[in-house]
């Protein structure tokens, strides 16, 4: 397999996935400013939309989207289980959190991501929503469930940490939530999500 990724950006839930399940892949970076692969070739061929993660399961075989791509690989992986059984009601509650996730919460870090200076009353909006959005996942944690769907780590969780993270890039600082911020520690704690972050260079590896 070959993982099309930005470091730090939500093709990282696909790594934090592939290595979870242990699988081997290749990965390429891209810069999506100018769609260009680290190795020069038009990201565009590969995916149109023109951003990542783009995930190439076999020759010429493309999978593109975050919640597509995680459910891919949980499923090719059913001795990891980090996902449950298609067809069943924790799976409908695995894709509730993924179109939460993609479509509510990163979407509301765009305005810090978006190349320009916020004017004042643009971040304010842009924090109010932010700000909502991760008390939604507060209320969800504050039950004391370790990891979002429950007491097992899932691909929704690969995610979600994922896109937590980026509030510190943006110096959001997530105490205010504690439930969220002992959940970001714990799950940045796991190996696999570890040894992601030291592949994207986010981190150092302890032997460094
Ligand atoms: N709907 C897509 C969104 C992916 C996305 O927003 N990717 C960002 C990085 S997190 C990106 O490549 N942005 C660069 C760009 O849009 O030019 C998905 O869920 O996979």
């Given at each position: 397999m070959l993982l099309?990724?930005?470091?730090?950006?939500?093709?990282?839930?696909?790594?934090?996935?592939l290595t979870e399940i242990g699988r081997d892949f290749d990965a390429i970076k891209v810069d999506t400013e100018t769609a260009t692969t680290a190795i020069g070739a038009d990201y565009l061929t590969v995916n149109p939309k023109g951003y990542v993660p783009a995930l190439e399961i076999e020759p010429g075989v493309i999978l593109t989207e975050n919640a597509a791509i995680l459910q891919y690989l949980a499923d090719i992986a059913p001795d990891a289980a980090i996902a449950p059984a298609a067809g069943t009601i924790e799976r409908v509650r695995l894709q509730e959190w993924l179109n939460f996730i993609?479509?509510?919460?990163?979407?509301?870090?765009?305005?810090?991501?978006?190349?320009?200076?916020?004017?004042?009353?643009?971040?304010?909006?842009a924090e109010a929503t932010l700000?909502?959005?991760?008390?939604?996942?507060?209320?969800?944690?504050?039950?004391?469930?370790?990891?979002?769907?429950?007491?097992?780590?899932?691909?929704?969780?690969?995610?979600?940490?994922?896109?937590?993270?980026?509030?510190?890039?943006?110096?959001?600082?997530?105490?205010?939530?504690?439930?969220?911020?002992?959940?970001?520690?714990?799950?940045?704690?796991?190996?696999?999500?570890?040894?992601?972050?030291?592949?994207?260079?986010?981190?150092q590896s302890e032997a460094a």
């Open positions: 099309y990724f930005k470091p730090g950006a939500c093709s990282l839930a696909s790594r934090i996935t993609a479509s509510e919460l990163h979407k509301s870090f765009s305005p810090w991501f978006s190349g320009r200076t916020l004017e004042d009353d643009e971040m304010s909006r700000f909502r959005r991760i008390g939604d996942v507060e209320r969800a944690l504050s039950d004391g469930r370790p990891f979002i769907l429950g007491q097992t780590f899932t691909v929704a969780d690969a995610y979600l940490f994922v896109v937590l993270n980026w509030s510190n890039f943006i110096s959001v600082d997530l105490a205010r939530w504690p439930m969220v911020a002992a959940y970001v520690g714990r799950v940045g704690s796991r190996p696999a999500v570890r040894r992601a972050l030291i592949a994207e260079g986010l981190i």
